[in-house]
């Protein structure tokens, strides 16, 4: 069982469509991060929210920290193919010390 | 600026045989994080070297080991490879520490035949 569980694993949908990607754990981070990887090539930090309820829009990507901590959540509005990618959640524990921890990814894929 | 750079991309490995990969982190981040990429796995951290001091450590064998060196530089080393260790071996680097985000590397693709 990992630390952070990322769901869906997998999402298809067309070009203008909405989706939701959850990060969700029993354990409290002090801060949560969502990277966007693309085939071929390392992961790219989006965000990085820190406060708990915390809201962060990106363009037509929003981001969302749970009251508690734990969770975190990715929506993206009118998604577009350029939108395709494997979207990675990774939380920093303190206790755990100086390392992020992944979750195991979500993939989308956004057709035209 | 110049991003995270690693060499090689690709390797190809026989088991037994050992491997060493680097990483030049973006000038001025002192911190420098390994993971391995996996389909089954996810990323799995490695370590962590912050001013030539693993600072931390995940689950990985005695196998994998690595250093930093004073220009922030990074090598992992792998040691009588296995055909599990074929992986995508991804270095991070950042400021500080974790918290202030990461910035990756493209990875290097490690296949061991």
């Known amino acids: 069982t990992q630390l952070l569980e990322q769901s869906p694993q997998f999402l298809s949908i067309q070009e203008g469509e909405n989706l939701t990607v959850y990060c969700n754990s029993s354990?409290?981070?002090?801060?949560l991060q969502w990277y966007r990887q693309e085939p071929g090539e390392g992961p790219v930090l989006l965000v990085t929210v820190v406060t708990g309820g915390e809201v962060k829009k990106l363009k037509r990507l929003t981001f969302q920290f749970g009251d508690a901590r734990k969770d975190s959540s990715l929506h993206i509005t009118a998604a577009q193919p350029g939108d395709t990618g494997l979207y990675l959640c990774?939380?920093?524990?303190?206790?755990?010390?100086?390392?992020?921890?992944f979750g195991g990814g979500t993939r989308v894929l956004v057709k035209p | 600026k110049a991003g995270v750079t690693q060499t090689p991309r690709y390797l190809i490995k026989t088991r037994g045989q050992q491997v060493t990969l680097s990483c030049s982190p973006i000038s001025g981040h002192r911190s420098v994080s390994w993971y391995q990429q996996t389909p089954g796995q996810g990323l799995q951290f490695l370590f962590e070297y912050f001013s030539e001091t693993q600072r931390n450590k995940g689950n990985f064998p005695g196998r994998f080991s690595g250093r930093q060196f004073s220009n922030s530089r990074s090598e992992m080393n792998v040691s009588t490879l296995e055909l599990g260790d074929s992986a995508l071996y991804l270095c991070?680097?950042?400021?500080?520490?974790?918290?202030?985000?990461?910035?990756f590397g493209s990875g290097t693709r490690l296949t061991v035949v």
């Open positions: 354990s409290v981070f002090s801060s």
């Open positions: 991070a680097s950042s400021l500080e520490g974790p918290d202030d985000g990461y910035t």
């Open positions: 990774a939380g920093d524990r303190r206790a755990a010390g100086n390392k992020l921890t």
